[in-house]
């Protein structure tokens, strides 16, 4: 594990490579599980009051699960996550060409309709958060169905903290995404790539 700041990161950020490959996996992480994305309270509120503007993007399945019990969810784990329409699908879910899954809530922010991106959850996906009350633990998801994400990450030579750039840096800001790269770089220099 690597400290840094107030989060331990596991080293599977740094051994591992990652990058997200759609046009053989499809967006599969969006519609195969056995529960929705993890969401805090604040993302509910937000899903919420953009809902009227993606409601048309919805599948039809998924509006009725909507209307029946709303956005989100409180799982077995007694975590709050996004519903799912047939005990998989994020309600969220459209599809595009070739059966390309798309997330309608970052659908609708890529074409400027909304200022929501996505769930923390999703945008930091394969890395899963886990909150305790003295720090925060950042661990690597791994997913069968992400096994040609990790294929094309080491043809790429990107590992999981390069290519979650973005999202790290979001999530928990410039310093410590510039902190965690002294620790990685450290890493790899002394136990090798």
């Not at 998924?62 to 784990?77: H, K, L, P, T």
């Not at 059966?99 to 996906?125: M, N, Q, T, V, W």
């Not at 510039?178 to 790899?188: H, K, P, T």
């Amino acid at each position: 594990m690597l400290e840094i700041q107030n989060t331990l990161v596991s080293l599977d950020l740094v051994e591992r490579f990652f990058c997200c490959d759609l046009e053989k996996c499809l967006g599969q992480c969006c519609i195969d599980g056995d529960a929705g994305a993890p969401i805090t309270e604040d993302e509910k509120r937000k899903i919420e009051e953009i809902l009227p503007e993606i409601w048309n993007d919805l599948l039809p399945q998924a509006q009725e699960v909507i209307r029946e019990q709303g956005v989100s969810y409180v799982d077995e784990e007694g975590d709050l996550v996004t519903s799912i329409v047939n005990g998989q699908n994020c309600v969220f879910t459209t599809f595009g060409k070739d059966g390309l899954c798309l997330c309608a809530i970052e659908k609708a922010c890529r074409e400027g309709r909304i200022d929501f991106l996505k769930p923390s959850s999703c945008h930091l996906y394969p890395v899963r958060l886990t909150t305790y009350p003295s720090f925060t633990a950042v661990n690597y998801h791994r997913w069968k169905i992400c096994k040609c994400a990790e294929i094309l990450g080491k043809k790429e030579g990107l590992r999981v903290y390069q290519f979650l750039k973005g999202p790290l840096t979001a999530r928990f800001g410039q310093e410590w995404y510039d902190e965690l790269c002294l620790a990685c770089e450290a890493y790899l220099a002394e136990y090798g790539e």
